[in-house]
């Protein structure tokens, strides 16, 4: 059984969750859900202490299939760009599996709201949605008339991949005040040196996640674009599009009036 993005009708309320997504496992947590959970990714590092008290059933992309079997799931938890396909399809023969597919905000208040909905988590999940959104509308009040800056958003190095558009990425940079100079390109493209100097963003993100960016790294990247601002920012507060969005708008605007 699987569902994408719509909720699951369960014959109970699940009380043996396991969750393949680090973002979506920390909003378990938030909802209450903590002592439900029975499985997570290694990637899952919210809430601290969360991996030392459940089963690790390997890496979003590389699920140890028979740990999860043997955990009897009442309901498993992924998402369709972060979970491979094949080990997603597996799991959904033998137990209930709900993905979600998040590309907009709205989207990500959404996934809250369903997840909500299959657990008995509603009153948790409306009042976090009604948080978020009013965190988001601060934000917006915040960046009025502050002049909105030209920027990339880069993930990977060699190649280096940036943030374009069909990304829940974009759609923070645009949040946080930002015009992404990639945004008519989809997805994650390849960005050579001369594609970067063409595009002369104002400001380089260089994201936490999935590439460690570090202090080391903006050298290289400054000789490219001189006369760019660049910047490491928390991969977490772009990308976790769980209850992490609560306290990404307060960040986002920090580092839009930086």
Not at 121 to 146: P, S
Not at 174 to 195: K, M, W
Not at 216 to 241: N, T
Request: some cysteine; glycine content about 6%; hydrophobic content about 45%.
């Amino acid at each position: 059984m699987i569902s994408l993005s719509h909720p699951l009708t369960l014959p109970h309320s699940p009380h043996r969750i396991v969750s393949l997504v680090p973002s979506q496992t920390e909003l378990l947590c938030d909802l209450g859900l903590r002592d439900r959970l029975v499985g997570v990714t290694k990637f899952c590092v919210h809430p601290p202490g969360l991996k030392r008290e459940k089963t690790i059933v390997g890496g979003t992309k590389t699920v140890k299939l028979e740990v999860v079997a043997a955990l009897q799931p009442d309901l498993i938890i992924g998402n369709k760009e972060e979970n491979d396909k094949s080990q997603i399809e597996a799991l959904a023969a033998l137990f209930p599996v709900w993905i979600s597919d998040i590309y907009t905000p709205g989207d990500a208040l959404e996934m809250i709201a369903q997840i909500g909905a299959m657990t008995g988590a509603n009153e948790a999940a409306a009042d976090l949605i009604t948080r978020i959104r009013d965190a988001f509308a601060q934000l917006e009040k915040k960046l009025a008339g502050v002049p909105r800056q030209r920027a990339a958003y880069f993930i990977w190095r060699k190649p280096y991949m940036a943030a374009g558009a069909d990304t829940f990425i974009h759609h923070m940079l645009q949040l946080a005040g930002f015009d992404n100079v990639f945004g008519h390109l989809s997805r994650y493209p390849e960005i050579t040196p001369d594609t970067l100097t063409q595009a002369a963003p104002q400001v380089i993100l260089l994201s936490s996640e999935p590439y460690p960016f570090k202090e080391k790294h903006l050298a290289e990247l400054q000789a490219i674009c001189p006369d760019a601002v660049i910047r490491l920012v928390d991969g977490e507060m772009f990308s976790w599009y769980g209850s992490r969005l609560l306290p990404a708008a307060e960040y986002l605007g920090g580092l839009a009036r930086g």
